[in-house]
């Protein structure tokens, strides 16, 4: 069963696809409707965060030594995604302890490093993830009343040869992939798809207002809903990792005044006017991070640390603990606000502001500050 949902790349349409966690979640479903009934489900669906339903046949479901078995195939659609036509296997056991367990299995990865989604010794099954697979467990024990403890094992065959095409061992995830997803759905890196987007929705943009909010992506919407952001009548367009082309695009339409809101793990590369944040293009978080803190008083041990951390989350742990953080974040923003300045021209006023998943607001470059106190009410 195709999944057909399909965004435009010019005159193209490209097809999405579901994440490895949608898979995971359909394959959990499939395993407890086997165990709990009996029954070998024909077809498992669900609907995604997103608010996509999902629909598919099982690779397979079967029982297999006291233990339901059921394998989904990754479908990442036009994507170019390590995981495209991946089985994602889901076993599920009756277990003595009440509720419900999720791990991870052969070819699911482990964290091995502080800061990431998931605490180190866990499988990498990221937040989003648990929360689908827990969802659709429970929904079978309802419907067949069962009020039992089951655990739930997610497995990826070849997940650990595929991992090694992934950045996995870099971040500290070692043994497998990540079973990763905030929407459930896989929408095309087609970089001229998401530009000729992007342009389109700048220039809409533009017709109704002369001032816009970018943001990346979801983390950057979902802070923007959390904050009441998106109610100042303030169009927003997500940009992904486009940022100066969005700011060429910007500033082309005759935008005046524009507020860049992101995650630290992207917007720090702006403090070394990297402009295009995808990791194929550059990945100096850490370096730019250590860079700032060793001007800032950081010593050796805590320089090395930070370069060796494996997100911007624990870089901001490392440089809490030494009473740095406040320093090192000043002047990113300040090197941040030059570059984005630079770039968007001197008829488009443009600030950023930073934050972070796991502390909140970091801060905003002073250009942001006026920006925001001139179009809250």
Not at 198 to 210: D, G, M, P, T
Request: glycine share 12%; with cysteine; aromatic share 4%.
């Amino acid at each position: 069963m195709n999944f057909e949902h399909y965004i435009r790349s010019g005159q193209r349409l490209l097809r999405c696809g579901y994440t490895t966690g949608t898979c995971a979640a359909l394959a959990a479903q499939g395993a407890s409707r086997l165990l709990l009934s009996g029954a070998v489900p024909r077809t498992v669906c669900l609907v995604t965060p997103k608010g996509w339903p999902v629909q598919v046949l099982p690779q397979f479901c079967r029982m297999e030594s006291g233990k339901a078995v059921c394998g989904i195939r990754k479908d990442a659609g036009d994507d170019c995604d390590v995981t495209d036509g991946m089985t994602i296997v889901a076993s599920v056991f009756r277990t003595d302890l009440p509720g419900i367990t999720i791990d991870g299995g052969t070819g699911v990865g482990r964290v091995t490093r502080p800061g990431l989604d998931q605490p180190v010794g866990a499988a990498a099954i990221n937040t989003v993830p648990r929360r689908m697979i827990e969802e659709q467990v429970r929904q079978v024990c309802a419907q067949q009343a069962y009020s039992g403890g089951l655990l739930v094992e997610i497995s990826i065959p070849g997940g650990a040869e595929a991992a090694q095409k992934t950045f996995n061992p870099k971040l500290g995830v070692e043994g497998g992939l990540s079973v990763l997803g905030t929407s459930g759905v896989v929408e095309p890196m087609s970089e001229q798809a998401l530009v000729d987007t992007l342009a389109l929705e700048i220039r809409q943009a533009a017709a109704q207002s002369r001032r816009l909010i970018l943001t990346p992506g979801n983390y950057g919407a979902d802070f923007l809903h959390t904050n009441g952001l998106d109610a100042l009548g303030i169009p927003v367009v997500k940009c992904s990792n486009f940022i100066g082309d969005a700011l060429d695009m910007a500033a082309a339409e005759g935008i005046e005044q524009l507020l860049l809101v992101g995650h630290m793990g992207k917007l720090v590369k702006l403090a070394g006017g990297v402009m295009n944040t995808h990791s194929r293009y550059a990945d100096c978080r850490t370096e730019l991070i250590c860079a700032h803190a060793a001007v800032s008083g950081a010593g050796p041990e805590l320089c090395a640390a930070l370069l060796a951390a494996p997100t911007t989350d624990a870089c901001l742990e490392l440089l809490e603990q030494g009473g740095l953080r406040d320093a090192v974040i000043g002047r990113l923003l300040a090197a941040i606000s030059s570059h984005l300045q630079q770039r968007a021209g001197d008829l488009c006023q443009a600030g950023a502001l930073l934050f972070s998943n796991q502390y909140g607001l970091l801060g905003l470059t002073d250009t942001a500050k006026e920006i925001l106190a001139q179009w809250k009410p």
